[in-house]
């Protein structure tokens, strides 16, 4: 086997090749992972690109391992059922209502958890397997179902819908709160101002109010914004309230808004999907978050309807 590359083959590769080499289809493979036909073609396709060999011949009835592929499988077989005996690693739930669903670690703590019953258990059972991730994964290849994520337009080789959008305002510990007490929005400059993962929805919020932010070395940068939340309510210095994310965090009194003037953030909300027809299950996911996000049900009907 002639390797362009000593990366390891993803383990979600290898289960489409064995479901695939069990069933003898790749739709059939698709239906038991319960990811789509594309996604289990496009596995295989990966397998043997790394391998630079066939593991499968194409037939009208479906596929067949070749000499080679029967070695290899033989081999994940062995190995699959080492990993089952010895190892305590998470199974993942599979079924026609599982869905799989990621996103960043911020919009997963901070927007999805708290609604995460309601769109399990709203009308009908689902059962959302959560990745929680802070690249931009290729939906389609790893068998996500949809992603929830935070950006500024729709991404090429996805579906996308905008669930909402967001207007920012200044929060900080109710203590510094006291101390920056009320006024015009130059004040909070004289306090240590909290960024995530870029300083845009400051430079919107300060342009709002007809001036110009940069960020200064006394100022604070955190990639993920629950670190943000948490740099503000220990006294780290001012953030800013991004709404819906900051309810509970508000309600708590663990941060209070420093200021009411507000600026829409440049990023906003998108739910994506793979192309193609979404499975029964991933729809109706889809339609469970649209109305958590308020957004109208024609636009997410559009969405699920879309070819990509």
């Not at 979600?12 to 059939?28: H, K, N, Q, V």
């Not at 006294?235 to 200021?259: C, E, F, N, Y």
Request: aromatic residues 6%.
């Amino acid at each position: 086997m002639d390797h362009s590359s000593d990366t390891m083959v993803p383990l979600e590769t290898l289960r489409a090749f064995d479901a695939a080499a069990r069933t003898g289809s790749f739709s059939a493979a698709a239906e038991k992972l319960n990811i789509t036909h594309g996604a289990v073609s496009r596995q295989i396709a990966k397998l043997e690109d790394w391998l630079g060999l066939k593991v499968f011949d194409r037939g009208a009835r479906g596929v067949s391992l070749t000499i080679e592929g029967n070695r290899l499988h033989l081999r994940t077989a062995e190995a699959f059922a080492l990993i089952s005996t010895h190892s305590d690693r998470w199974v993942e739930p599979r079924g026609t209502a599982v869905v799989r669903l990621t996103s960043i670690p911020s919009v997963s703590g901070l927007w999805l958890m708290p609604r995460m019953a309601a769109l399990e258990n709203n009308p009908s059972k689902l059962r959302i397997v959560l990745d929680v991730d802070i690249r931009q994964a290729d939906l389609a290849d790893e068998g996500i179902d949809l992603s929830i994520r935070c950006g500024r337009g729709g991404i090429p080789g996805r579906v996308s819908v905008q669930l909402f959008e967001e207007h920012v305002f200044p929060v900080a510990s109710p203590e510094l709160a006291r101390e920056i007490g009320r006024g015009d929005p130059a004040r909070l400059l004289k306090f240590p101002l909290i960024n995530d993962s870029d300083a845009s929805a400051w430079r919107a919020w300060f342009a709002a109010q007809g001036m110009d932010y940069r960020p200064r070395p006394q100022d604070r940068r955190f990639e993920d914004y629950n670190l943000v939340l948490d740099a503000a309510a220990y006294g780290l210095g001012i953030a800013l309230a991004r709404p819906p994310l900051t309810g509970h965090q508000l309600k708590s009194g663990r941060i209070t808004a420093v200021d009411e003037r507000t600026a829409l953030n440049p990023v906003s909300y998108w739910l994506d999907r793979p192309t193609g027809r979404p499975r029964t299950a991933a729809a109706e996911l889809a339609r469970r978050i649209a109305v958590q996000a308020g957004l109208g049900m024609e636009k997410m009907e559009a969405f699920i309807e879309a070819d990509g």
